[in-house]
């Protein structure tokens, strides 16, 4: 079965601080990795979007990195700010069927004053 | 318009009423897609558009969901007899890409459904 695994489920961080999320995932055929903040009560805002040959990609203070081998995927966050609380989900397109994404379920950052 | 709009965004229902949620995509975009959200949970998958076209509706939960895009823009998700288990945010999203190539997806705000 395709899944798309995070972690942690949670993190509280002090503002300034930095973070790493993680994403394991077992969907095949691979096509992209993706990664979207969403803040709460909000749609999904994508933050990167990496393919098979992409190691790594940054986006301000965002920086992800793909293993494609072990299909292991990182967000990191520099230098937090109090805006980046929020859930940030791994999605990873590829399986059968048209489009398909799979979506992990998350993690949920608080960025603490 | 600037981006995906949904409407309403929130909206109460008693179970057993039929429910229809409205969806804008970005002006020009070829595929839709709607997906449903549970309360601390990612989007799981509704079904796809590509312009008019109802290309994968397998995501439907049961035959009281149904969706359409009659025009290949403004898509509407209508739910029948709705039960409290359909209690969810459900997202509307669009992209420029069509076929099996996906590209980077613009997502609304959600439509909250609460089903009493």
């Known amino acids: 079965k395709n899944q798309v695994e995070q972690s942690p489920q949670s993190l509280i961080i002090l503002e300034g601080k930095n973070c790493t999320l993680q994403c394991n995932y077992t969907v095949s055929p691979f096509s992209n990795l993706r990664w979207y903040k969403q803040d709460t009560g909000r749609g999904p805002v994508s933050l990167t979007i990496?393919?098979?040959?992409?190691n790594t990609k940054s986006n301000g203070r965002y920086t992800a990195t793909l293993d494609a081998d072990t299909k292991q995927s990182s967000l990191h966050i520099t230098a937090s700010q109090l805006s980046d609380s929020a859930s940030y989900i791994c999605v990873v397109s590829g399986g059968t069927g048209f489009q398909k994404l799979v979506f992990g379920t998350g993690t949920r950052l608080l960025v603490s004053p | 318009g600037a981006g995906v709009s949904q409407s309403p965004r929130y909206k109460v229902a008693k179970r057993g009423q039929d429910v229809a949620l409205r969806c804008d995509p970005i002006?020009?975009?070829?595929?839709l897609f709607w997906y449903q959200q549970a309360l601390g949970q990612g989007p799981e998958f509704l079904t796809y558009f590509q312009n008019e076209a109802q290309l994968d509706k397998s995501g439907l939960p049961s035959d009281r969901f149904f969706a359409e895009r009659p025009e290949g823009s403004v898509s509407t998700l209508k739910i029948q007899r709705t039960q409290q288990e359909d209690s969810a945010v459900y997202l509307c999203?669009?992209?420029?890409?069509?076929?099996?190539?996906?590209?980077?997806?613009?997502f609304g705000e959600g439509s909250r459904l609460t089903v009493l």
């Open positions: 990496m393919t098979f040959s992409e």
């Open positions: 999203a669009s992209s420029t890409t069509g076929g099996r190539n996906t590209g980077e997806l613009f």
């Open positions: 002006s020009g975009h070829v595929s």
